[in-house]
């Protein structure tokens, strides 16, 4: 029987108020990683009207001004008008931050006698924390994540561009993106809603009326922000589609002044929209050897690469760990019935072509050196509008770079089986 259901994705820009804290936590990470790339990083942000407040655990050997790093990063987003109730010139910065604790530190210190891409080193690294991690692909976009996240992001990176550019130059950074697509037998086959929330200036040129202003805002975002969003897809909005601006009949007051926000708090906008399982952690302001971020990456590498392979049109990997300890507790796949073999040998597969140790997912990304080799940024800039399907940064966990020898080992592992 055929069945007909709608999935809802959201993503927000870079200016609301929670992505604010995930950047500057990021902004951090890369400061002390490019100094220090054995920086221990557990940097939480939490912004309010006015106020910044940086806190956490950080053990590093670098000297880094945290006020500078949060107010650079708030002007770039876009913050340096006092009228916002924000501003990165005049808010207050406070910086409460404590040492790793030492019980948390053992599960990842070793001796440093082995060569540092060695396996024994890898054996002797544990996890920093236990937990479960997910990742996921599908085969609904090019770059392989599902079509209601993917929209949701393309409009919340567009509406940030038009702003940024003067294009639409009444536009304020907080803004929120929402698209429900259409399934029909689980393929996407349209879009039922479009919802835009984007913090506006009270009056647009010499328009006043408030009515006035938001029809002026929905006709310039359907043009400006939407259709060119989706030049380039099969999919489309068509007359049904409804397209909603602002619901509540303005959004003048926004950021940490309608809001406050918090590093973490948008763990489902940087994963999968909800498409897919998430194990809870949230990755900003986390060096990689927390395996909340690193094995994070390694499942959606893995899930992305069987996917890429044609292994399978869904593809889900979970890890878990255990503190101090180096290889996963367990290991999950599950295709949810689209994999072209028997999912055990879809296991067999990532346990021999793909490093799930922390110390190893660490090399094999290069997630110490990154920031270093990238001037100085690297993990702040996917700490909005998602850490997957970014198709514009280079990030290591995106290859699909092992779908060849996946699809070359399977085959050769079934001929065995067969001989």
């Keep these: 029987m055929s069945r007909r259901y709608l999935f809802t994705s959201e993503s927000v820009t870079e200016g609301h108020p929670d992505k604010i804290c995930d950047q500057i936590s990021d902004a951090i990470l890369d400061a002390l990683l490019t100094q220090d790339p054995s920086s221990r990083v557990a940097a939480e942000v939490v912004v309010n009207t006015g106020l910044v407040l940086i806190t956490g655990e950080i053990t590093t050997k670098a000297h880094v001004n945290y006020v500078n790093i949060a107010r650079q990063k708030i002007a770039e987003i876009g913050y340096t008008d006092a009228v916002n109730g924000f501003s990165a010139n005049s808010c207050s910065v406070l910086v409460a931050l404590d040492e790793q604790s030492p019980d948390i530190a053992q ?29 996921f692909a599908c085969n609904e976009t090019p770059e392989l994540m599902p079509l209601p996240i993917s929209l949701a992001h393309r409009i919340a990176r567009r509406l940030a561009a038009v702003r940024k550019t003067g294009d639409l130059s009444y536009l304020r950074p907080d803004g929120k993106t929402q698209v429900s697509v259409i399934y029909e037998n689980g393929r996407p086959v349209g879009v039922d809603t479009i919802l835009i929330s984007t913090q506006h200036t009270p009056t647009i040129g010499d328009i006043v009326d408030e009515a006035a202003v938001q029809a002026k805002i929905k006709e310039d975002l359907w043009s400006a922000v939407v259709l060119p969003v989706f030049g380039d897809l099969s999919i489309q909005p068509d007359k049904n589609t409804r397209f909603l601006v602002n619901p509540t009949g303005k959004f003048v007051i926004g950021g940490p ?3 406050s926000g918090l590093t973490g708090r948008k763990i489902i906008v940087d994963t999968y929209g909800g498409y897919s399982r998430h194990g809870g952690g949230a990755f900003s302001g986390k060096d990689p050897t927390k395996v909340d971020r690193s094995a994070a990456y ?23 760990y255990a503190i101090g300890v180096a290889r996963p507790v367990s290991i999950m796949v599950d295709t949810f019935g689209t994999s072209v073999v028997d999912e055990q040998l879809l296991l067999e597969l990532i346990q021999q072509h793909f490093e799930l140790r922390p110390a190893g997912i660490i090399h094999a990304f290069n997630l110490r050196n990154l920031p270093s080799e990238r001037g100085g940024r690297f993990y702040q800039d996917v700490a909005a509008y998602g850490h997957f399907g970014r198709s514009d940064l280079d990030l290591p966990w995106e290859r699909t770079d092992k779908a060849e020898l996946l699809k070359q080992a399977l085959s050769k592992q079934l001929s065995t089986a067969i001989a």
């Design 107 to 135: 599960g990842v210190n070793v001796a440093q006698e082995a060569r540092q891409d060695s396996d024994e080193l890898f054996d002797k690294i544990g996890a920093g924390d236990q937990g479960i991690m997910f990742g």
């Design 298 to 320: 390694a499942c959606r590498y893995a899930a992305k690469n069987i996917v890429a392979a044609g292994l399978a049109q869904k593809c889900e990997v979970q890890l878990s």
């Design 257 to 259: 002044q309608g809001d």
